[in-house]
């Protein structure tokens, strides 16, 4: 007698191999980025553009990879190659990655113009792009109020968490429904009041997920200069450049694993007590 037809999916849980996964109480800071660079991590900044050449930059910037999306006409137009910032706030989100990740590539995919204005289809066509690309990680401090380019948003946010790229958004400013900084399938950030670039915390009232460092920060802009700013803008490449940090040395973390280990390594989660974090499950589960 022939066995009957198995849903879609199944497989033995016998032999499914997924590599060195640590437990919860291995999930330190050390074990997570302790001496990683960022080497051999792509991280796309999909916003106004970026200025290659600042110094803050170093050389950090694929020129070549570059690509901007505008609408013209009712129509998205692709334009492949090297362009400039047209408002500085590119520039500062890929010098906050740069700071964390020195040694990671960084691509510029321009969906804003002057004023940071742009198209909800430019923004799409650019996000797509990118997971196209297979970039590792992606630093989105962006979002759109539309509804209507709500479901198209999360469709290619879905298809990034499943296809092995990371997307880090940050909230809006104000507090409104933006997105895709809503998704489940994104890392979504805030501000917290820390000065240190590595110090984040979790927040226990999502969607909005993690907060760092955004609060009157120097950042690199036009013209080779820096300025003192504040936005959750600059908290999302804060957390995109840890991100890039543990791909670094952890190169096969799936996206929900790297988020793991991004709650693990929160502040408010290592400092909260001394006790490791699976023995306060344990326990909790045997209560």
């Not at 948003?153 to 958004?169: K, L, W």
Request: with cysteine; glycine share 10%; net charge negative.
């Amino acid at each position: 007698m022939s066995d009957p037809p198995r849903p879609a999916w199944t497989q033995a849980g016998e032999g499914l191999d997924v590599g060195d996964a640590p437990r919860l109480d291995e999930l330190t800071p050390e074990w997570a980025w302790g001496g990683a660079d960022g080497a051999g991590v792509r991280i796309a900044v999909i916003d106004s553009g970026i200025d290659a050449a600042h110094p803050r930059l170093d050389d950090c910037v694929d020129r070549d990879a570059a690509v901007s999306f505008a609408v013209r006409n009712g129509e998205v137009v692709r334009s492949d190659g090297p362009h400039d910032d047209s408002f500085g706030h590119g520039t500062a989100c890929a010098g906050i990655v740069h700071s964390i990740a020195p040694a990671a590539r960084v691509t510029s995919i321009k969906v804003l113009g002057n004023g940071l204005q742009g198209k909800a289809a430019a923004f799409h066509a650019g996000l797509t792009h990118a997971i196209d690309a297979g970039f590792d990680v992606v630093n989105l401090s962006l979002g759109t109020r539309k509804r209507d380019w709500a479901l198209a948003f999360h469709d290619v946010c879905d298809r990034a968490y499943f296809g092995n790229s990371f997307i880090v958004t940050a909230a809006n400013n104000v507090q409104r429904r933006s997105f895709p900084s809503l998704y489940a399938s994104v890392a979504s950030v805030a501000c917290n009041l820390d000065d240190d670039p590595l110090r984040f915390h979790v927040n226990p009232e999502p969607p909005t997920e993690f907060l760092a460092r955004g609060i009157d920060v120097e950042v690199a802009w036009l013209d080779g200069q820096t300025i003192r700013t504040t936005g959750n803008s600059y908290a999302a490449p804060h957390i995109a450049g840890i991100a890039a940090l543990i791909r670094s040395k952890h190169p096969g973390l799936r996206p929900f694993q790297l988020k793991t280990v991004l709650w693990a390594t929160a502040a408010n989660v290592r400092e909260r007590s001394s006790v490791p974090v699976a023995g306060k499950l344990t326990r909790a589960m045997n209560r």
